[in-house]
């Protein structure tokens, strides 16, 4: 069954950056469309950036346009966040998940098969 190791949360102030991983183990990442989600106490879980299983249809949540960028490597089965300008509202825990075949960027948590264990972004004003 398909693993994540997700690395690259932390604490950053406002304005910085960070990149998040997901490494991809036990199965082939070019058979999975990826999300990105995120989660803040007290609200839903929602939908941060979705890639297709091919890389050529991305989705972003209209707050990180312009800021967030996904991208994917298949030869190191990994995938990245990377979060430029940074703002406090950004704080969450951050899950990767994996949708088997997913051929679009459709970015509907609930079609999604795999997750991951979640990393904490934290973003100080």
């Known amino acids: 069954q398909l693993q994540f190791v997700e690395s690259g949360g932390g604490l950053v102030q406002s304005g910085g950056s960070l990149r998040l991983s997901c490494k991809v183990s036990?199965?082939?990442?070019?058979?999975?469309?990826i999300g990105w989600f995120r989660q803040a106490p007290g609200k839903e879980r929602e939908g941060v950036s979705c890639i297709s299983r091919g890389g050529g249809s991305m989705n972003y949540a209209d707050s990180v346009k312009g800021r967030f960028t996904i991208s994917r490597d298949s030869a190191k089965n990994t995938v990245y966040l990377q979060m430029n300008n940074l703002k406090p509202e950004d704080t969450a825990v951050y899950y990767c998940a994996a949708r088997y075949l997913g051929s679009t960027s459709q970015c509907d948590h609930t079609i999604f098969d795999y997750w991951g264990q979640g990393t904490q972004v934290t973003v100080s004003s």
């Open positions: 036990r199965a082939t990442l070019v058979n999975y469309g």
